[in-house]
T-cell receptor, first 114, second 112 residues
Framework: NAGVTQTPKFQVLKTGQSMTLQCAQD?????MSWYRQDPGMGLRLIHY???????DQGEVPNGYNVSRSTTEDFPLRLLSAAPSQTSVYFC?????????????FGPGTRLTVT | AQSVTQLDSQVPVFEEAPVELRCNYS??????LFWYVQYPNQGLQLLLK??????LVKGINGFEAEFNKSQTSFHLRKPSVHISDTAEYFC??????????FGKGTKLSVKP
């Protein structure tokens, strides 16, 4: 049971490039989400999904797209990278409606946009 | 608006001293409350959670937190810290979208 996995761990992009951050979980969780972490800002919600085929925007969605074709995978796409998207990105999952409401986090992807 | 406030951005403390990391939440968030710890260059690990019941919650690594509804607080405490507790600590509440609403974090620095 690998939990939540993210790839890559590190990435450097040039302004205007696009890329996809991968996230997968093997716990059969319905709810998955993406956060970005910036110094002194805590973690902020980018997008989330309550199940396959269903996604919605969080607090800071601009410049990012998501899709959820399977329960296991929830990729985050940067359409045209900007320096303001330099951040650490965390994917998380939980069982919707679970008593614990605990979210399990991946190890993170550290992205630098130059 | 839904918000979680961590009152101290940095807390320096000597080894074996007690520590309290403060957290307040807005009345508009749910009272499902969490503390996470993040060690340098790592992901987030759950320390403890409050869902209901006893207001004193015990977590891993000797940490505990007390839920206080009247003061809308969920402060984290440890009676005696170790060097290995040096990390950033995040208080969070479950938001209306099923997400977590995080405070901005408190960096705990334990000095020998």
């Amino acid at each position: 049971n690998a939990g939540v996995t993210q790839t890559p761990k590190f990435q450097v992009l040039k302004t205007g490039q696009s890329m996809t951050l991968q996230c997968a979980q093997d716990m059969n969780h319905e709810y998955m989400s993406w956060y970005r972490q910036d110094p002194g800002m805590g973690l902020r919600l980018i997008h989330y999904s309550v199940g396959a085929g269903i996604t919605d925007q969080g607090e800071v969605p601009n410049g990012y797209n998501v899709s959820r074709s399977t329960t296991e995978d929830f990729p985050l796409r940067l359409l045209s990278a900007a320096p303001s998207q330099t951040s650490v990105y965390f994917c998380a999952s939980t069982q919707a409606g679970s008593r614990g409401y605990e979210q399990y986090f991946g190890p993170g992807t550290r992205l630098t946009v130059t | 608006a839904q918000s979680v406030t961590q009152l101290d951005s940095q807390v320096p403390v000597f080894e074996e001293a007690p520590v309290e990391l403060r957290c307040n939440y807005s009345s508009s968030v749910s009272v499902y409350l969490f503390w996470y710890v993040q060690y340098p260059n790592q992901g987030l690990q759950l320390l403890l959670k409050y869902l209901s019941g006893s207001t004193l919650v015990k977590g891993i690594n000797g940490f505990e937190a007390e839920f206080n509804k009247s003061q809308t607080s969920f402060h984290l405490r440890k009676p005696s810290v170790h060097i290995s507790d040096t990390a950033e600590y995040f208080c969070a509440a479950r938001g209306s979208q099923g997400n977590l609403i995080f405070g901005k974090g408190t960096k705990l620095s334990v000095k020998p």
